[in-house]
């Protein structure tokens, strides 16, 4: 389970908003630098992470009538990562369309886009409940985007305090992601590789 709706977004507008004050001083050589994530330096990851203002338009347009099929952010993250899944199909698409859009992206405008979408999220809350057409999902619901939106944001966010520190994820996040990624693990594997039974690399990486 992720955190609560409200909570989920209040901690998302929150990181958002970190991101937004890191990206603001960022020196022309951090800007450069090289991160963990393969292929990228802090300019791409921002790219990638830096949110769009019309997301949330979007996901207005999404809406539609009836259950959602995919109620837990465990569920969505577990179709995206499974073998042949999008997370692996479209990996290599995925990191240069990064790359490709961070050659049009600054420090500043990016620290705008970050607390334009901290600002909307805090103003204009997305209902939890509403059921959205969602890629692989067919339908989830808000509360599923927001919570997997969350840990996007706080495992990005730990890869530029990695590259170029100066930042660091709120205690919530960490603990919303912590306990969306570890439900996304086959439970018994994940009790037996955090008891030392079997090796970690039995279970992890649950997300690529």
């Known amino acids: ?20 004050r890191r990206c603001g001083v960022l020196t022309a050589d951090e800007w450069a630098t090289p991160t963990r994530c393969d292929g990228w330096d802090v300019q791409a990851l921002i790219a990638h992470a830096c949110p769009d203002e019309a997301v949330f338009d979007q996901l ?13 952010p465990a569920h969505l993250l577990r179709l995206f990562n499974a073998p042949g899944g999008v997370a692996h199909t479209t990996a290599v698409d995925l990191a240069d369309r990064a ?9 500043s405008r990016a620290a705008d886009r970050f607390a334009r979408a901290a600002h909307r999220l805090r103003t204009k809350p997305l209902p939890p409940d509403t059921v959205v057409a969602y890629p692989v999902a067919e339908t989830t619901t808000m509360a599923v985007v927001v919570d997997v939106a969350l840990m996007e944001a706080t495992v990005h966010l730990l890869d530029l305090a990695a590259a170029v520190g100066g930042v660091a994820p ?16 086959d439970p018994a594997l994940a009790v037996e590789a955090l008891a030392g039974r079997v090796p970690a690399s039995a279970v992890l990486p649950v997300i690529r």
């Open 99 to 107: 790359i490709e859009e961070a050659r049009d992206l600054s420090q």
């Open 60 to 72: 207005e347009a999404a809406v539609v009538a009836g259950p959602a099929k995919v109620t837990e």
């Open 170 to 185: 709120s205690d919530g996040a960490l603990a919303a992601s912590r306990n969306l990624l570890i439900a996304v693990a």
């Open 1 to 20: 389970m992720g955190s609560t709706p409200t909570t989920a977004q209040q901690l998302l507008a929150d990181a958002w908003d970190r991101w937004a």
